[in-house]
């Protein structure tokens, strides 16, 4: 049985595009240095100075591209795990997925790879590791649904995966242990359009399968028994689509480093909006995450121009109120 999209919900996807498109205008014409909007086109066209044209499509465009992909990665994956789990707190950061993925790129980092291909294989590595170990101890505990021991299951996860980190960063040479812990604080500034290639690729292939299985996460939300009834075989889908959110969370840890609670605060957004039905909910949480990130790295490169703040900081600014809030709802409820 297939789904439209509420109307309520095609207007809201289309202010996102076009509150995206602003975003992405802003974000090319503030930064460190400022142009006008005139300047910033003609940039993009290539008719401007040589300086503009260097910081504008070199610099600039590709780190909001980056941007807009790793945030719309992000709510994906975080609104494939959370209706794979039928829980709204589920996260890629906050599962250790994350984490996971930054213990293989920050280790080979460590030990002198610098090929993208190393690092991403590397996260990806580190991700499905990490899915096991979750879901393994979740598994043990014997309340595998159950919000509080997901969340404390992530937790351990993550707090396994600084350690390894640390060891991992204990006699690297001391300009890579800046540039990995920069990495794992989360930024676009070391974008490339090879990055955005890749994880545009990434985007395509394992956004596109979990919207192309976005009904088999509407079944999964009935409940075991009533999946069960309808001929879904709950555990080997759920293993499915929870493996291929964490990919597609791994494939922004390769491209941005750690940025945590997007996974968490978009799905949640969208449904708050309206968005009933996995494959609506999808479709606006990647707008809207992407929309999240832009303008979080615009904030990132020009609260403290010409420093710069993590990026990760800025999304768990964010983040961190609102997982409260939801927790303290769903412990009451």
């Not at 941007?67 to 950061?93: D, F, H």
């Not at 707090?159 to 006699?171: S, T, W």
């Not at 080997?236 to 969370?249: K, T, Y």
């Amino acid at each position: 049985m297939k789904h439209r999209m509420p109307s309520s919900l095609t207007v809201i996807g289309v202010l996102g595009a076009v509150l995206l498109v602003l975003a992405a205008i802003l974000s090319l014409a503030f930064g460190a240095v400022r142009f006008d909007v005139d300047v910033m086109f003609a940039a993009l066209a290539g008719t401007a100075t040589p300086e503009a044209v260097t910081i504008i499509r070199d610099l600039r465009a590709p780190r909001v591209v980056l941007a807009a992909l790793v945030g719309a990665a992000l709510a994906m994956s975080g609104g494939a795990l959370q209706g794979t789990m039928r829980n709204p707190l589920a996260e890629p950061y906050l599962l250790g997925v994350s984490g996971g993925a930054a213990v293989g790129a920050v280790i080979v980092m460590a030990l002198g790879a610098s090929a993208p291909l190393w690092i991403t294989g590397a996260a990806f590595f580190g991700a499905a590791i990490a899915t096991v170990l979750v879901t393994l101890l979740a598994h043990l505990s014997g309340a595998r649904g159950d919000t509080r021991v997901l969340i404390m299951a992530g937790v351990i996860v993550g707090a396994f995966a600084n350690a390894v980190i640390l060891v991992a960063l204990a006699d690297a040479p001391p300009d890579r242990i800046r540039g990995a812990l920069w990495w794992m604080m989360g930024s676009a500034a070391d974008a490339t359009w090879g990055s955005v290639v890749r994880t545009a690729a990434a985007l395509l292939v394992l956004g596109g399968a979990i919207l192309w299985r976005a009904r088999d996460l509407d079944v999964l939300a009935l409940g075991t028994e009533p999946a069960a009834a309808l001929g879904v075989d709950v555990d080997r889908v759920a293993r499915q689509l929870f493996l291929i959110g964490s990919w597609l969370a791994a494939a922004t840890v390769a491209a941005a480093g750690l940025i945590g609670f997007v996974g968490l605060v978009v799905p949640n957004i969208a449904r708050a909006l309206g968005a009933r039905h996995h494959r609506g909910m999808l479709w606006v949480s990647a707008l809207l995450g992407a929309l999240l990130l832009v303008l979080a790295d615009l904030l990132a490169r020009t609260v403290r121009a010409p420093a710069e703040l993590p990026l990760g900081a800025i999304t768990a600014l964010i983040g961190v109120p609102f997982f409260l809030t939801r927790l303290r709802r769903s412990t009451a409820s």
